[in-house]
Nanobody
Framework: VQLVESGGGLVQAGGSLRLSCAAS????????MDWFRQAPGKEREFVAA????????NYADSVKGRFTISRDNAKNTVYLQMSSLKPEDTAIYYC????????????????WGQGTQVTVSS
């Protein structure tokens, strides 16, 4: 099983990025997909989650209204559209696959990606 994130980079505050996480080796539609992030010197934190069909999603308060999670089960890919980016959004962003959909993340994941760096300059 592989989860491969892409789309990170350097962007100015107020800008946008779209992250992708491509999954292989698993039945993608059987998994809930979450995004997490970890900033230097900080603990990993939940960002967003989407259920198996894409019909339900939830977000951390810090990104609500600015980030949108979506998935394409035909392409085995989950996305994170990030807008109105702030310097405090700077972090490594990880996708994770699990069996449980929960508000704020389930803390029970079968697979993790390697991460993609997002840097927001002020």
């Amino acid at each position: 099983v592989q989860l491969v994130e892409s789309g990170g980079g350097l962007v100015q505050a107020g800008g946008s990025l779209r992250l992708s996480c491509a999954a292989s080796g698993l039945t993608f539609s059987n998994y809930v997909m979450d995004w997490f992030r970890q900033a230097p010197g900080k603990e990993r934190e939940f960002v967003a989650a989407i259920n198996w069909s894409g019909g339900s999603s939830n977000y951390a308060d810090s990104v609500k209204g600015r980030f949108t999670i979506s998935r394409d089960n035909a392409k085995n890919t989950v996305y994170l559209q990030m807008s109105s980016l702030k310097p405090e959004d700077t972090a490594i962003y990880y996708c994770a696959a699990g069996r449980t959909y929960a508000i704020g993340g389930s803390n029970n994941y079968a697979y993790w990606g390697q991460g993609t760096q997002v840097t927001v300059s002020s």
